[in-house]
């Protein structure tokens, strides 16, 4: 076991590495779009705050502890020449000390966790309030105007903006770390979590309490606009759709008549008010489809179209949809095409 | 303990002890340890194919090599199977096969309730594994938070078979508690008061103790599913006026206390081969002792740091993250006293201390990511991603697995007379050491860049997939760790190294009898003056506590004479008839009746089985 000395310091200098890597790699957000050490608002700089103290703290009992460890190992391993070593059974005043600097080091770090408890968590009174609703899986974004939309958030940078939490069927949990840490969503109570935005751009999410089979895709987006964006943004959501020409208006046909209309809303139409599914208002300029999963290209969204389940397993419009489940109404190319066409026009 | 070890050669009183019917009815307390240890490895390598199989989903970006759904019911199946039916297990191997060795005394308790213990463990994770089989596993999580565990999101009877899989092992693992907190209470060698007990036994108590208090809490939240989903009573239903966040109180409030239950008897192992392969006696054993009992009692008072993020308030959050904080300084006391237990002593570097130093050092990075979310606060940004999966592994796998593996390197040879291999031992240590780093180190850093756990896809543009890679190789690498592992074992029982009584020079009182053990343990039952007898009586000028003057003289028996408990068929009658109940009623309840004549008929016969050794065979 002669080697032992050679090979553990590398073991434990892997070990140091692997717990300061990530002050590398989260360094750059724009590859780890949902990195936690890039944060973006006043909340989630709070928390970084207080982790980056405790992480720090957290280093130095390591290197300590672990190096103490490592030199028993290194110095009292047993050598040919080795007597009976003396039989100490213990030290009193040794006991205490490694007792109470702990403790201290505990109190150091309960304090600012205190504090910063209770300063993250009343929602303040001037907050722009968003609803929320998680569903199985996708979220229902409702803003205190009226206008709906589906997991695409788009919020001005002027403001602390407050989001109330319910959900629609079984537990989520609410989440996009640059800006807030999560908050579960619990059926039957309304949860608030809120924040200041320190940036404009685009933020990714995604529901972290496991939500059933498609958890992994319930993702989200949240847009910080400028006011002036948020308030064009806004107004679309409000205004009807353009109408449609060409490919666009078979798609508007097929819309009704394919049995859409019973579970979608798009703005402008009287005729399509189903809030089942998510609101369908400004589909085109969306980034994303499928609850934020694929990039709104006619490709991915010809393809959702035609099977999805197998882009989202388990959701209700694959199993519930006429279209989906009766071979006689199934949507053909043409209609696919159709409505992919008029989808992307609602811009 | 000289004449003891000189009795051994004797054949007691013994029953037959040979071919599968002796295994059968055996009520042999090592046995029934053997048992426990050798289903407990089987289940922890189906636990590990689970997880190696969710290991390759996710090496890559958007693959598709399994479906969501079964990808659910395997990290279920994972976290039951390790947790339910691997870890705790193996901690009852232990426990069964080594407290009354070093309590002095010849069996446990209770013998045959020993038995139907391990019979219930064992269909017990026969029944919940057979799920896969019957339209398919549980796959709500093995916290099977409601509401997604109602008949609405959970149709099919997937959960039915959690809900009655984890009653019956409930039963096995509160029947083998009980039978070990009276057997170390009631049974432990005339001189051997509760604060010379050695530290395994002690934690073993203490690890008893928690499983009588916590396994009536889930219980209680089984039924209760069990009732909604069989029976349409809505404890966990908001809509009707139950609640969701019930159920995670009643969870968490059993699985707190659990993850003690899992990492003590680790500890145990840990503070027995410390002193041994140091040469040296543990360093402050009152103070191990005790942190071990406060942390038991901590560990019921801080639950709802699995909550932080369910919004419970601030005051009740900043109160239990007070309470879980405290918990880190027993932790600690127990860590400092360790690495002082090796300051100036001599240390031999092998295979069982390779173990538990792995232990030592994977345990404190476990311990301090667990300070890092016991921070409300922090918590919010860790909580549900792969950061906590790290934290967890670190804990269960650096911990308890790394603890286990020195406990069954360290013991192989008193349980069958031969060492395991030296090589074979180093080299699966490292294999274990460099696998377990690569594949749980990244972890943290996928977590704190957002990997949220449980999810069976992720795009490329999360940045996660080249530490995701990473894990798995660490995983494979793992993988052949348990080979090298089991290969050792094999070769070992047939070649290894014959042992002898005491091939560690150790210091407590079964390396005083020979290896393996005879049947009755102590021809001599001996008589403890202190804490270290066998220490003591090997190198009286170090012993710490000499013998009183009046010490009283052991009772020398004849080994023929000593009568064992008689095998009995009963323990397995009973237990199959409780699995089957359970079983059938995921037909239809009423059927579960079949099941409860068997038993009920089981036990009359249990009941009147004669005791005496005339009346056997």
Redesign the interface.
Known sequence: ?AN?TN?CPK??L??LV??L??IL??CSAA???????SPKSDVAN???D??MF??WI?VA??II??S??LY??IK????PT?G????????TV??IT??II??LI?VA??IP??M???E??DVPEDAYMISIIGH?WWWEVTYPTGEVTANEIHVPSNRTIGFTLETA???H?FWV?QL?????I????I?TLWFTPEEEGLFLG????????????MRLELVVDSPAAFAAWTAGLNSPAPAASGLAAAGYDAFANKGCVVCHTISGRNDAVGVIGPNLSLFGSRLTLASA?LPNTVENLTAWLTDPEDIK??NIMAKNAAVYTDPDLELTGADVAALVAYLHSLK | MASAVGANGAAGHAPSVDGVWSWVTTVDHKRIGVLYGVTAILFFMLGGAEALLIRLQLAQADNNLISAGFFSQLFTMHALTMVFLAIMPLGAAFFNFLIPLQIGARDVAFPRLNAFSYWLFLFGGILLNTSFIFGGAPDAGWFAYANLTSTTYSPGNAMDFFTLGLLVLGVSSLAAALNFVVTILNMRAPGMTLMRMPVFTWMALVVSFLLVFALPILTVGLVELLFWRFFDMPFFSAAEGGDPLLWQHIFWLFGHPEVYILILPAMGIVSEILPTFSRKPLFGYTAVVFAGVAIAFLGFAVWAHHMFTVGLGPVAVAAFSASTMIIAVPTGIKIFNWIATMWGGSLDLRTPMLFSLGFLALFIVGGLSGVMHASPPVDTQHSDTYFVVAHLHYVLFGGSIFGLMAGIYYWFPKLTGRMLGEGFGVFHFWLMFIGMNLTFGPMHIVGILGMPRRIYTYSESSGWENLNRLETLGALILAVSIIVFLTNVIRSLRNGEIAGDDPWDARTLEWSISSPPPVYNFAVIPVVYSKEPFWDHKYPEFAHEEPPKNAVAPVAEDPASIHMPNPSYWPIIVAFGAALAAGLALIDPWYAAIGGVITLLGVYGWVFEPAGPEEHH
């Open positions: 076991m032992l090979i073991a434990l892997g070990l692997i717990v890597l990530p790699a989260a590859d780890n779009p949902m990195t936690t050490w709070s928390i970084q207080l982790y405790i992480f957290a009992v390591f502890v672990e103490a460890l028993a190992v009292f391993r047993r050598r080795d009976m070593p003396r039989q100490v059974h213990g030290n040794m006991e490694w007792t702990p403790a505990l770090i309960a966790t205190w910063t408890i209770f993250i968590d199985q069927d079984v537990l949990s770390p807030f840490g999560k908050q579960d619990v059926p039957g109570r949860h995604q529901c972290v309490e496991f939500c059933g089979i498609s958890h992994a895709n999963t397993p388990g």
